[in-house]
């Protein structure tokens, strides 16, 4: 075999395939260095105290963290903070569109496949405004959303951040409005307990694996879920327009989502 050959082939690799051996490449080393010293993990969750949106006390929107600098979104969400503390509800309004809003809360995604096996023929799109919450409701929702061929949407001014985008990534199409408020950050445990080292240790590695399977599954791509690795569970990445886009969150540009139903 010649020297350049070796070149030639890595040449012809696609984007894809390169982004997603660099994620798994990323995903491999965090959980290298989370075995090293899972002591660290433990002081980090000192300082770092995980966003729950239900809790008053708390923001329903933490700060960005962009280049070290907090700050917050480019808009603020219509809802007022008590709706979206709220635990998740559900309404069926017109044109098919079942509207997902509040605090994803542990058994949100047990009510979710009650609603669609109850109304699911009228559903087309569920339409979300949430702040996050349980990742494992959020990826039950999401799976469902697919297995069920429906389309998302976040509304202008409507949030959905924290665990939410998991949810709109189960859309088979995906609208984001113009001025629609999506954010990512890294997972955590959201008991009230605080976790060991080695169980937190675990419940990172193990539900980080978890959404980035589910994520590329969904089509969604690898910069996503590393933005989120990235930002603590007490700041947001606000995603732009054309992060939406290149990350293939959204199936159509936001400058004409807002036309669209």
């Not at 390169?18 to 490449?25: D, I, Q, S, T």
């Not at 933490?62 to 917050?72: D, I, K, M």
């Not at 690898?222 to 199936?251: H, S």
Request: glycine share 8%; aromatic share 6%.
């Amino acid at each position: 075999m010649r020297i350049d050959e070796p070149l030639k082939a890595l040449l012809r690799l696609d984007d894809g395939a390169l982004m997603r051996g660099a994620f798994f490449l990323l995903l491999s080393a965090a959980a290298v260095f989370l075995l090293i010293d899972v002591r660290d993990i433990t002081a980090m969750n000192a300082e770092l105290p995980g966003f729950d949106p239900m809790l008053e006390d708390q923001p329903v929107l933490p700060p960005a963290l962009t280049e070290g600098v907090p700050n917050g979104p480019s808009v603020q969400p219509a809802s007022p903070d008590e709706v979206l503390r709220q635990p998740m509800k559900f309404e069926l309004t017109s044109g098919g569109i079942l509207l997902a809003e509040g605090t994803i809360d542990l058994g949100a995604g047990a009510r979710f496949a009650e609603e669609i096996e109850t109304r699911g023929e009228y559903v087309k799109t569920v339409a979300l405004n949430s702040p996050g919450g349980s990742v494992d409701d959020a990826l039950a929702i999401s799976k469902l959303i697919r297995e069920k061929k429906l389309n998302t949407k976040v509304a202008s001014k409507a949030l959905c951040a924290s665990s939410c985008p998991i949810i709109f990534a189960g859309g088979v199409g995906r609208l984001a409005e113009e001025d629609a408020i999506v954010g990512v950050h890294q997972v955590f445990n959201g008991s009230r307990e605080r976790p060991t080292a080695e169980q937190a240790a675990s419940f990172a590695q193990s539900t980080t694996a978890r959404v980035a399977r589910h994520l590329d599954a969904m089509g969604i791509g690898a910069g996503l879920w590393i933005n989120a690795l990235e930002t603590p569970p007490d700041r947001l990445y606000y995603l732009t327009a054309k992060e939406m886009v290149d990350f293939k969150l959204i199936t159509e540009p936001v400058a004409t989502a807002k036309k669209k139903s």
